[in-house]
């Protein structure tokens, strides 16, 4: 393997090296070749789900930071920058406080449920990462319903904040869960809606399918530039991606001038870390999912010359929608809970469902102009 | 047997033993809210068993309709009918006899019923290919007119339910 091929594509190149290097060494053990599968597998999975498991925690501290700095200067402050430079080693501070904080469980919760929601929160979150592709054929799994299966993790979200908010045995965790479930059950329709239409031009459920059809255009051919349905469902997927997620301007279940902290109250230490990791991994996942299905992914100019920069495409994109949503906090006020309803089913539900039998006619009218063309070239 | 059937049986007999003891405590379980979170376990072990089966779009399709819609409708359901803070809930009333002769008739019946199943021997051939295209195509053509009918009664409950909540 020559040096450079491994400099344009290190992380694909590495992760070959060990698994060749791995199998050439129990060959030469003489392990029977069933066993040297099994082995193999076992432990290339371990790497890259340790590799997976330490990426989501960082990442969840940086946009930690990234969140503070960049509402602080929009509130005209400016931000944590006492530890380390510009504050850089803040999310590493806030991490050993909440590790060595007190664990509070007050005497009425119902055991079972307070403890068992902050695991289900963080879960289904770190197993969306799996079908994630970061560059080009950086995914975890190959799996032919990616998308599917990421609408599926973020549809389970609700059943922790049910947990917390009835665990909790307190008025406002309880309002909080129910408003976060109506919500989340809500904004779930215009999101697969939405999803639906990258879907349907791509002709495919898988996200690497989805990701592979949008080369076009020199790494530009992206979905959201298939005017008018490509923008207007991704405006409405990041509308019902940020209420699904429960972030400002829909972040009733947790509305602090009414509710307290809403579903996460009775809270502290980890355990509350662990619902605040839910929700900034849960603002990545939603973001990566739009970078992909409507910019892209790591498609770009040069991908195919040089495959490392796709990682740099993705998680450019990624930011810049997590960078929207941060600009949604820091301008926009929250929501009544009625007209966070009617926005939902009466403007969002509607939008979508005309948006999808458009993209439907359209597909039609361009396979049958397909098809006649070749009718008159045979 | 080699290797790769030894793991899978161990890992399926692992699963199915979850799923149960999650169905048991479903029934079980004198706390209506427990008892609803054991039945997402139930549906999500049963997701897991598709999964062996190399059914990847029922299991998808499990865990996104029963645990991210039915199973939150069901506790959406109880924490708005049931006072919360009366916790317990007697699990067996005066009918549970009739009950267990009518649910272990109905086990003994499909019991003996799968047994007389002749099941294909040889192992079957595994399908690698994306199996939801086809699925598609033979809802919105073979079956197109039970998939109209559902999603007619769908709409007719759907309407129901939006009068019944009106008055």
Avoid: C
Avoid at chain 1, 233 to 259: G, M
Avoid at chain 1, 367 to 374: Q, T
Avoid at chain 2, 125 to 140: E, F, N, R, S, V
Wanted: aromatic residues 14%.
């Amino acid at each position: 393997m020559d040096i450079l091929s491994f400099i344009f594509n290190p992380f694909v190149s590495a992760y070959n090296l060990v698994h060749d290097t791995l199998t050439s060494l129990l060959q030469s053990l003489g392990v029977p070749p069933d066993w040297i599968a099994i082995i193999v597998f076992l432990v290339m999975g371990l790497i890259v789900v340790t590799v997976i498991l330490i990426v989501a925690p960082v990442l969840m501290m940086y946009i930690t930071l990234m969140e503070r700095k960049v509402v602080a200067r929009m509130q005209d402050r400016i931000g944590p920058n006492r530890v380390g430079k510009f504050g850089l080693l803040q999310p590493i501070a806030d991490m050993i406080k909440f590790l060595t904080k007190e664990d509070i469980v007050p005497q009425g919760v119902d055991g079972v449920s307070h403890f068992l929601a902050p695991i289900v929160a963080v879960i289904p979150v770190v197993m969306s990462f799996a079908v994630i592709y970061f560059g080009v054929g950086m995914g975890a799994v190959d799996l032919n319903l990616g998308l599917l299966f990421l609408m599926a993790m973020g549809s389970m979200a609700t059943i922790a904040v049910f947990m917390a908010g009835f665990g909790s045995h307190n008025k406002f965790a309880l309002i909080g869960g129910m408003r976060a479930a109506a919500q989340i059950i809500s904004y779930e329709i215009p999101q697969i809606f939405a999803v639906l239409i990258p879907v349907m031009l791509a002709g495919s459920i898988s996200l690497n399918r989805v990701i592979e059809q949008q080369s076009g255009l020199f790494g530009l051919g992206w979905f959201i530039l298939y005017i008018p349905v490509g923008p207007i469902a991704f405006f409405v997927y990041l509308l019902a991606a940020t209420a699904e997620i429960n972030r400002v301007p829909f972040d009733l279940p947790e509305a602090e001038s009414e509710l307290v902290a809403g579903y996460h109250t009775e809270y502290s230490g980890m355990k509350f870390g662990l619902f605040y990791l839910a929700e900034f991994l849960n603002m990545f996942i939603v973001s990566a999912i739009g970078a992909s299905i409507f910019f892209g992914g790591w498609q770009g100019p040069f991908v195919q010359q040089i495959p490392a920069l796709g990682i740099l495409y993705f998680f450019g994109k990624t930011f810049l929608l997590i960078l929207i949503q941060l600009w949604f906090r820091g301008s926009i006020p929250r929501l009544r809970v009625d007209q966070l309803m009617n926005f939902g089913w009466k403007r969002l539900v509607p939008v979508m469902l005309g948006t999808i039998m458009f993209t439907a006619v359209l597909l039609w009218f361009y396979r049958w102009f397909l098809e006649s063309l070749k009718g008159l070239g045979g | 047997m080699d290797a790769t059937t030894v793991i899978a049986q161990a890992v399926f007999i692992i699963v199915a033993t979850l799923t149960l003891i999650a169905a048991f405590l479903t029934v079980l379980v004198r706390n209506v809210f427990h008892a609803a979170l054991a039945l997402v376990g139930t549906f999500f072990g049963v997701a897991a068993i598709y999964l062996m089966l190399e059914a990847e779009f029922l299991a998808i399709v499990q865990v996104l309709v029963y645990i991210g819609a039915i199973a939150v409708l069901i506790l959406f359901a109880v924490m708005l009918t049931r006072g919360l803070m009366q916790r317990d809930t007697i699990s067996f009333n005066r009918q549970w006899a009739w009950a267990a002769l009518v649910i272990s008739t109905l086990f003994l019946g499909l019991f003996i019923l799968i047994l007389q199943v002749p099941w294909l021997q040889t192992p079957g051939t595994a399908i690698y290919t994306d199996l939801t295209p086809w699925l598609g195509t033979q809802l919105l053509t073979t079956y197109l007119l039970p998939f109209e009918i559902v999603s007619a009664l769908l709409l007719a409950a759907l309407v129901g339910a939006f009068i019944i909540a009106r008055e």
